[in-house]
Nanobody, 124 residues
């Protein structure tokens, strides 16, 4: 399976962006899919996650501004970001700790799987 993030770019303070994390094969089930970000010179941090029953979790710094959602038909997880701040700048990575994909006749596991990231730059 391949995982591709998209939707990053340059946005002004207070603006919005929607990031996409698309899996190349059909998702059968998963434990958690999450978005992380890494600012220059900083450690990678969890931004938002969704689990297999739809429960979501957010970092305190993005609560009320970011929304994670999943479109099962498109095998895509989104991160809608609004009221963007300068400190939201960074590379955003999609991650799954455990995901079952493929067909019911030939399922396969992806474990601790990261995308290559998409850059978000918030300018003043």
């Amino acid at each position: 399976v391949q995982l591709e993030e998209s939707g990053g770019g340059l946005v002004q303070l207070g603006g919005s962006l929607r990031l996409s994390c698309t899996f190349s094969e059909r998702i059968i089930s998963f434990n958690t899919i999450s978005w992380h970000r890494q600012a220059p010179g900083e450690r990678r941090e969890l931004v938002a996650s969704v689990n297999g029953i739809g429960s979501t979790n957010y970092a305190d710094s993005v609560k009320g501004r970011f929304t994670i959602s999943i479109d099962n038909a498109q095998n895509t997880v989104y991160l809608q970001m609004s009221s963007l701040k300068a400190e939201d700048t960074g590379i955003y990575f999609c991650h799954t700790d455990r995901l079952l994909y493929g067909t019911h006749n030939a399922p396969r596991w992806a474990v601790d799987f990261w995308g290559e990231g998409t850059l978000v730059t918030v300018s003043s």
